[in-house]
T-cell receptor, first 115, second 114 residues
Framework: EAGVTQSPTHLIKTRGQQATLRCSPI?????VYWYQQALGLGLQFLLW???????NRGNFPPRFSGRQFPNYSSELNVNALELEDSALYLC??????????????FGNGTRLTVT | KNEVEQSPQNLTAQEGEFITINCSYS?????LHWLQQHPGGGIVSLFM???GKKKHGRLIATINIQEKHSSLHITASHPRDSAVYIC????????????????FGTGTLLAVQP
C-alpha cells in the first residue's frame, strides 16, 4: 500500500510569488490535513479537508488556501509569499467517519524556501 | 501558557535505559497522538489514544483523562529510537464535536547513545 505522497519535495520561490503543494492520501482515506512546521515554531495546523470540503482551518491568513479533488488528493496554495512562509509543509490523511478518526498517516513533507 | 506542554525538552539516554516522556494538556480532547519525527522531517504516528494504555513493541503510551496527562515510555532504548517525539491533541468543540485540529506540543528531542 502506497503511503501519503507529497510533491515536490523541495520548492524555492521568491517573495510575492505563489506556491502550489500537492498531496495524495492513502487509498481509502477521505480526509487530508495540512500542517506547517516553521523553524523554531513547531507544528501548526493549517487546513482540514474531507469529502472535498474545507472542514476547519488554523490561524493563518486567507492567502493560505487549498482544495480537495474528487479522488481525495489535495493541493495547498500559498499566495503572495513572504519570507516567513519558509517552512516544512506536511500533509496527513485519515478516514473520518463523522465521529471518530482513524490514525493519521503523514507524508514526508515539502520544504518551501522563500527568498 | 501553551495548551500542550511536553517534558523534558531534551533527553539523553544510554542504550538500554527506560525512557519516559510526559505530556500535559489543558483543553478537552477527543484523542491524543504520539508522533515520532526523524531528521529530514518525516513523521510517523506511534499512538492515537483516548483512554487507558496502548503498547506496540517496546513503546507504551498511557493517558489519564481526568488529570489531562499522557506518558510515552520506551523500554530497552536503542540508538535508532533517537528522534523528536511530539505529543498532539485533537481538541473538542465546546458543544462536544471533534475539531480534527491538532494542537502540538513543542516536542522532546531524544538522543540514545550506544
Amino acid at each position: 500500500e502506497a503511503g501519503v505522497t507529497q510533491s515536490p519535495t523541495h520548492l524555492i520561490k521568491t517573495r510575492g510569488q505563489q506556491a502550489t503543494l500537492r498531496c495524495s492520501p492513502i487509498s481509502g482515506h477521505t480526509s487530508v490535513y495540512w500542517y506547517q512546521q516553521a523553524l523554531g515554531l513547531g507544528l501548526q495546523f493549517l487546513l482540514w479537508y474531507d469529502e472535498g470540503e474545507e472542514r476547519n482551518r488554523g490561524n493563518f491568513p486567507p492567502r493560505f488556501s487549498g482544495r480537495q479533488f474528487p479522488n481525495y488528493s489535495s493541493e495547498l496554495n500559498v499566495n503572495a509569499l513572504e519570507l516567513e512562509d519558509s517552512a516544512l509543509y506536511l500533509c496527513a490523511s485519515s478516514f473520518w467517519g463523522g465521529r471518530h478518526n482513524s490514525p493519521l498517516h503523514f507524508g514526508n513533507g515539502t520544504r518551501l524556501t522563500v527568498t | 501558557k501553551n495548551e500542550v506542554e511536553q517534558s523534558p525538552q531534551n533527553l539523553t539516554a544510554q542504550e538500554g535505559e527506560f525512557i519516559t516522556i510526559n505530556c500535559s494538556y489543558s483543553v478537552g480532547i477527543s484523542a491524543l497522538h504520539w508522533l515520532q519525527q526523524h531528521p529530514g522531517g518525516g513523521i510517523v504516528s506511534l499512538f492515537m489514544l483516548s483512554s487507558g494504555k496502548k503498547k506496540h513493541g517496546r513503546l507504551i503510551a498511557t493517558i489519564n483523562i481526568q488529570e489531562k496527562h499522557s506518558s510515552l515510555h520506551i523500554t530497552a532504548s536503542h540508538p535508532r529510537d533517537s528522534a523528536v517525539y511530539i505529543c498532539a491533541v485533537d481538541a473538542l468543540l465546546l458543544r462536544g464535536g471533534a475539531t480534527n485540529k491538532l494542537i502540538f506540543g513543542t516536542g522532546t528531542l531524544l538522543a540514545v547513545q550506544p
